[in-house]
């Protein structure tokens, strides 16, 4: 059977600081769509990156006495590992100064030429070298010096240089037209409803190319121009699956699943990138999705404020997936969400230690202890109890978990896993294997099998939240790598082969650790 495609991306990260943990949680984010997908039997290609062309980056290295190249390599290279630190599954993980990337991007610029699309003028006008971006004076606020700000409250200063220009006024009908025919494009809806009023209110000429330093991707025929950063960085989608050219490989993943972004920049996704591929006649990506900001405590993330938290000693000080578990259950994707140490240690002691955690090793180490490692094979005759827990809790936590990954309601769905999790804990309570040994062993087997497989399931089911502490929950269980997909568990086959193997259970080693915080926080 063929798998059906699936291509999810970041956005490519601007790499003219380390990245923080804002970085790593989109980067987790979409890693947990990704491995969801794939488990679901998708062919998935997953994309991320960094951006690191414009003015910003040449200032930086300029400030530094390095080349450009030299700083997108060492700053990108940070990047990279925060991705594998975090287990991040890309497939690929793209740098901007790549030269098929700068083919990709020439060839997109003559398809906006080709269309009529470009025209050489003369641009004044308000730009954020920390957005790289544009900005009529419209949208400007002021700051509390009474200095123009833009609308993410940076500085702007007035820029007057030879430009070219796409003709972004020209898609503004267009535009309005596929959001209402796909109301899904933007998600959620308090971006897509920021977006429609931007659009509505008319809009001008892109300004898509600069003069006044040479660090991007060359204009074709244009001597001095380098392209617009932006114009250059969205392409990076593209490149990514073969572009340009009709590629299998285009073919097969083009248009885009997902563009997974923070909601600062949905506008460069929302309005401009469709527009650009609108005039280039390529189809444009079925979703963008803008979550929302990481608060420290409530507060925005500040270097002045000294809030800014490294995800890699995050990782170190409280394990790779309790990490990953806490951004992705303690945030409503889709909204801003807060987290502070404290909040990391509660939660997941409370639902990774103290609830799936402790169900596994105590559950396990009977087994090892009482049952000399062995499960007992199908045959006993199932209770109205241990039918509720399978088929009534369990099972329907599965389809629930898959509903709500499906819509990327992530927390929704580790709520629906955790509801299965403390029912597998009350049947045990409520079973109490421990009497049982003494007064009724087969009913002992019994209950344990039921709790084998209610586990198994439930550790295949939050693989793409829990990827490394699940492999090595499954491992010690002998669940074979084949049946941990999806489809195994709705066939509900592999206990039944294991227990009929000759496959016996080790003592159990725990997979969650309690986590404590440093002296100096729990004083």
């Given at each position: 059977?063929?798998?059906?495609?699936?291509?999810?991306?970041?956005?490519?990260?601007?790499?003219?600081?380390?990245?923080?943990?804002?970085?790593?949680?989109?980067?987790?984010?979409?890693?947990?769509?990704?491995?969801?997908?794939?488990?679901?039997?998708?062919?998935?290609?997953?994309?991320?990156?960094?951006?690191?062309?414009?003015?910003?980056?040449?200032?930086?290295?300029?400030?530094?006495?390095?080349?450009?190249?030299?700083?997108?390599?060492?700053?990108?290279?940070?990047?990279?590992?925060?991705?594998?630190?975090?287990?991040?599954?890309?497939?690929?993980?793209?740098?901007?100064s790549e030269p098929d990337h700068h083919a990709a991007s020439q060839a997109i610029w003559k398809a906006l030429e080709a269309n009529g699309d470009l025209y050489l003028d003369r641009?004044?006008?308000?730009?954020?070298?920390?957005?790289?971006?544009?900005?009529?004076?419209?949208?400007?606020?002021?700051?509390?010096?009474?200095?123009?700000?833009?609308?993410?409250?940076?500085?702007?200063?007035?820029?007057?240089e030879e430009s070219w220009f796409f003709r972004l006024s020209k898609y503004q009908e267009p535009l309005l037209k596929h959001y209402a025919a796909n109301p899904d494009f933007i998600r959620p809806e308090s971006r897509r409803n920021e977006v429609l009023r931007f659009v509505e209110g008319g809009l001008s000429d892109l300004s898509v190319s600069r003069t006044s330093f040479d660090w991007g991707v060359k204009v074709p025929d244009s001597e001095g121009h380098v392209m617009y950063v932006w114009l250059d960085a969205l392409t990076n989608y593209l490149t990514g699956v073969g572009y340009p050219g009709d590629t299998a490989e285009f073919r097969k993943y083009w248009p885009a699943d997902y563009h997974i972004i923070g909601k600062d920049i949905v506008r460069f996704h929302a309005v401009y990138w469709p527009a650009f591929l609108m005039s280039a006649n390529i189809?444009?990506?079925?979703?963008?999705?803008?979550?929302?900001?990481?608060?420290?405590?409530?507060?925005?993330?500040?270097?002045?404020?000294?809030?800014?938290?490294?995800?890699i000693a995050y990782a170190e000080r409280f394990g790779v997936d309790q990490l990953r578990y806490f951004l992705l259950s303690e945030v409503t994707f889709g909204n801003d969400g807060s987290y502070s140490e404290e909040a990391i240690v509660t939660r997941c002691n409370a639902d990774l230690a103290n609830s799936f955690g402790n169900l596994a090793q105590r559950t396990l180490s009977f087994i090892a202890k009482n049952c000399e490692g062995r499960l007992v094979a199908e045959g006993f005759e199932p209770?109205?109890?241990?039918?509720?827990?399978?088929?009534?809790?369990?099972?329907?936590?599965?389809?629930?978990?898959?509903?709500?990954?499906?819509?990327?309601?992530?927390?929704?769905?580790?709520?629906?896993?955790?509801?299965?999790?403390?029912?597998?804990?009350?049947?045990?309570?409520?079973?109490?294997?421990?009497?049982?040994?003494?007064?009724?062993?087969?009913?002992?087997?019994?209950?344990?099998?039921?709790?084998?497989?209610?586990?198994?399931?439930?550790?295949?089911?939050?693989?793409?939240?829990?990827?490394?502490?699940?492999?090595?929950?499954?491992?010690?269980?002998?669940?074979?790598?084949?049946?941990?997909?999806?489809?195994?568990?709705?066939?509900?086959?592999?206990?039944?082969?294991?227990?009929?193997?000759?496959?016996?259970?080790?003592?159990?080693?725990?997979?969650?650790?309690?986590?404590?915080?440093?002296?100096?926080?729990?004083?």
């Open positions: 059977m063929t798998q059906q495609p699936f291509y999810i991306t970041t956005a490519i990260s601007y790499p003219n600081g380390r990245p923080h943990i804002g970085h790593a949680y989109e980067a987790i984010a979409t890693d947990a769509i990704a491995r969801f997908q794939r488990l679901m039997g998708r062919d998935v290609f997953f994309m991320t990156g960094t951006d690191v062309h414009g003015l910003k980056m040449a200032q930086t290295a300029r400030d530094r006495d390095i080349e450009p190249g030299a700083l997108a390599d060492e700053m990108s290279a940070y990047f990279k590992e925060m991705d594998d630190v975090l287990n991040v599954s890309y497939d690929r993980f793209i740098q901007t641009y004044e006008g308000w730009y954020s070298v920390r957005d790289e971006a544009f900005y009529d004076e419209k949208e400007l606020v002021e700051g509390e010096g009474g200095e123009k700000l833009s609308p993410q409250g940076t500085p702007v200063t007035w820029t007057a189809a444009l990506p079925k979703q963008v999705f803008g979550h929302g900001f990481l608060l420290n405590r409530g507060e925005k993330m500040s270097k002045s404020l000294g809030n800014v938290v490294d995800p209770t109205e109890d241990d039918v509720k827990l399978l088929n009534g809790v369990v099972d329907a936590c599965s389809v629930q978990f898959e509903r709500h990954m499906g819509q990327l309601e992530i927390s929704a769905a580790i709520e629906s896993w955790m509801r299965a999790v403390f029912a597998c804990n009350q049947y045990i309570d409520a079973q109490a294997p421990w009497t049982l040994r003494k007064t009724d062993p087969a009913r002992m087997a019994a209950v344990l099998a039921v709790l084998y497989e209610a586990i198994g399931n439930l550790a295949i089911a939050i693989q793409p939240i829990l990827p490394a502490a699940t492999a090595r929950l499954l491992d010690q269980m002998g669940v074979p790598e084949a049946a941990r997909t999806y489809e195994a568990v709705r066939k509900r086959e592999w206990y039944g082969a294991l227990a009929a193997s000759d496959f016996t259970l080790a003592p159990p080693s725990p997979i969650f650790p309690r986590l404590e915080l440093p002296a100096e926080e729990s004083a």
